[in-house]
């Protein structure tokens, strides 16, 4: 081995935990950065041989009589997923841009991203110059001044008009945008290509050839003039998340084994599954480094990651391989995304500004079988960071693990050169607990200082929000428990305050005057949910949080409980803007004294909206027939721009 180089709920209370400076009396800090006797590390393979033995190893262990398990990994988490848990920190964008006209761009809002410095694809970007929108397999550009459709593009183009191709997002840097497209439909598996060194994976090839790789497609549009693709890449796989810092973007892909198993229901379980366990036996190294395609202006290249590009953990390989790709949009081409790739079942991606995460459940122990008694929960949450402080592929520095599961990438928090995470585990009695880690960095190992646990007993984590040294987590069963922690000595962190309301929020965001707000869902004393609730809460002293307003809107609810991109909140004037699943567009008023419902916009030509942005002081909402135009201080039309 050599070193890597690489949300209803069935019922119950709802708890917000304050981590802060408070009279509360602290929980013991875990005495020492003791790490755990697994803790993970990224190796790289020694050959190619090895690689392969190592992807055979792990996929034989996964595999059962009906193939890969649900997950594609050993051991899969089976609770449903909760929703969304946290927002992001207050939007703000720069009003100048880089483009050629030099002239300061009007005030626009950005994306709801997790982290500063870390933007977000999403359908939807604004540079205040212009507005860039994908939806319904098309690009669409609109000037937000003259309030038309300047410029679109099909992105079904080059597969044969096909329209599977709607699921896009995108990211932007001065005149030019990457979309990302995820396959939306079936897409037919390339024939098979002819051997290949995978220690030399590029190579030239003939333009006409029809095979492509199956997956996600990455586009490098030009939007200077008329939108034009400069650049496209495929790969096998799909498309996990991505984060671009300045001109730089990563995008993470997931790929799993590509092999296929027979069936014969004649056969017992165990027969099948021996027989599943052959083919593996007989799979090349092709069934698990995905292939990839690049153009550039009239050349094509296609290639493969390399044995020499593969990492994987010491304590397992996974069934799967995430490969983080790495691209330059101030060059004008893509090229062949300098890959790295680790054999590993992680699914979340949480990125900062110069650190990119990688982050998944890791089953260290044996399951309870039929009959036996609930054991504490042998689930833990391999964590591996990478540098992204520089251009170009990013540099393996550290890995962790902690006990319990992610909630998604907010149950993360990356302050001070300390990793916080949020995480709920099946403790002792077989009851639901979860836990506040603190690790710090020690040469390759991400290791625990400090931990706050014993939050929520029998509940899950709903949200967590993480705003410098404190930390904010709401679990729920039947009450929303709201939790404040102080965070602020890595070695002794400790629970503040604790707040017990009726229902939960499933989306924390500030709001100034030492405030936060919550987004979720109103519920009775038995758990169950009666509609849309956005709560504004004091959290000036850590000790005692309170609750000082809140807006209902009975059997409602809004993405924004899920998907933070689709919140939006103005600093400036306090307007907060919440695609509601009727359809509309509710828009508040938060100040640090309470709530005020301005109204609801409603989409014309019966459009839902998913989406709402600022533009020199208008409401742009976002839906899949057009634009609306709105004066967010009446919620009154202004103008319709439908797609045509």
């Known amino acids: ?116 410095g870390a933007d977000e694809p999403d359908l939807v970007k604004t540079d205040g110059r212009r507005i860039v929108v994908a939806s319904q397999g098309m690009l669409r550009v609109v000037d937000p001044a003259t309030r038309r459709v300047t410029g679109q593009l099909d992105l079904s183009t080059g597969d044969s008009g096909r329209r599977w191709w709607s699921e896009s997002s995108l990211l932007l840097h001065g005149d030019r945008a990457l979309v990302l497209v995820r396959p939306a439909g079936p897409e037919a598996l390339p024939a098979a290509d002819p051997p290949t060194d995978p220690d030399r994976p590029e190579r030239p090839t003939d333009p006409g050839r029809p095979a492509r790789p199956a997956g996600p497609r990455l586009l490098l549009v030009d939007l200077a003039g008329r939108p034009a ?75 493969r990651v390399g044995c020499d590009r593969l990492s994987r953990p010491t304590a397992s390989t996974g069934t799967a391989l995430l490969s983080v790709l790495s691209f330059d949009l101030a060059t004008g081409r893509l090229g062949d995304g300098d890959p790295v790739s680790v054999a590993s079942d992680a699914d979340t991606v949480y990125g900062t500004a110069d650190s990119l995460y990688l982050a998944g459940v890791s089953d260290t122990g044996r399951r309870p079988g039929r009959g036996e008694p609930r054991r504490p929960d042998p689930e833990r949450t391999d964590i591996y960071r990478f540098d992204t402080s520089g251009p170009g592929r990013p540099r393996y520095v550290a890995a962790g693990s902690v006990p319990g599961s992610l909630l998604n990438q907010y149950a993360l928090s990356e302050w001070q050169g300390h990793l916080r995470v949020a995480t709920t585990h099946v403790g002792s009695g077989g009851r639901t607990e979860s836990a506040v880690y603190v690790l710090a960095r020690q040469g390759d190992r991400l290791t625990e200082s400090g931990r706050v646990d014993g939050l929520g007993r029998g509940e899950r ?95 409602g609810g809004s993405a924004a409980e899920f998907d933070p991109h689709a919140f939006l909140f103005d600093p400036a004037t306090g307007l907060v803007a919440m695609p509601l699943f009727t359809g509309g567009v509710r828009l508040l008023t938060v100040t640090d004294r309470g709530i005020t419902d301005i109204g609801t916009v409603t989409q014309p030509q019966h459009g839902a909206a998913s989406r709402s942005l600022l533009v020199d002081g208008r409401l742009w909402t976002v839906s899949e027939t057009g634009l609306a135009v709105v004066d967010p201080a009446t919620a009154h039309n202004l103008a319709w721009l439908p797609w045509t």
């Open 1 to 116: 081995m050599r070193p890597a180089t690489a949300y209803a709920t069935t019922g119950g209370l709802l708890a917000l935990s304050l981590l802060a400076g408070s009279a509360v009396a602290p929980r013991a800090a875990v005495p020492g950065p003791t790490p755990p006797a697994a803790a993970p590390r990224l190796v790289g393979y020694d050959s190619c041989a090895e690689a392969l033995a190592g992807l055979r190893a792990a996929a034989t262990a996964a595999v059962g009589p009906w193939g890969f398990e649900s997950g594609w990994r050993t051991g899969f988490a089976g609770d449903a997923v909760m929703p969304a848990g946290a927002a992001a920190r207050p939007q703000a964008a720069p009003a100048g841009d880089s483009r050629a006209t030099g002239s300061k761009a009007p005030e626009h809002s950005a994306t709801n991203s997790h982290e500063p």
């Open 229 to 303: 693709v400069v650049g496209e890449y495929r790969i096998e796989g799909s498309l996990l998340d991505a984060r671009q810092t300045g001109a730089t973007v990563r995008v993470v892909v997931r790929s799993q084994p590509r092999i296929s198993f027979p069936y014969d229901e004649r056969r017992t379980d165990a027969e099948r599954t021996a027989a599943n366990r052959a083919v593996i036996a007989r799979a090349g190294l092709d069934a698990w480094l995905p292939r990839y395609e690049w153009t550039a202006g009239g050349e094509r290249h296609t290639g």
């Open 461 to 555: 984590i709903y949200s967590v929000r993480f705003l410098g040294g404190t930390g904010y987590v709401v679990t729920f069963r039947q009450t929303d428990p709201l939790y404040a922690l102080d965070l602020t000595d890595p070695t002794a962190p400790r629970r503040t305050g604790e707040l017990k309301i009726n229902g939960w929020s499933a989306y924390l965001h500030p709001v100034p005057g030492d405030r936060l707000l919550g987004v979720g869902q109103e519920a009775d004393d038995r758990g169950r949910a009666q509609g849309l609730q956005v709560s504004l809460f004091d959290v000036h002293d850590p000790a005692r949080p309170a609750r000082l307003a809140r807006h209902h809107v009975p059997g």
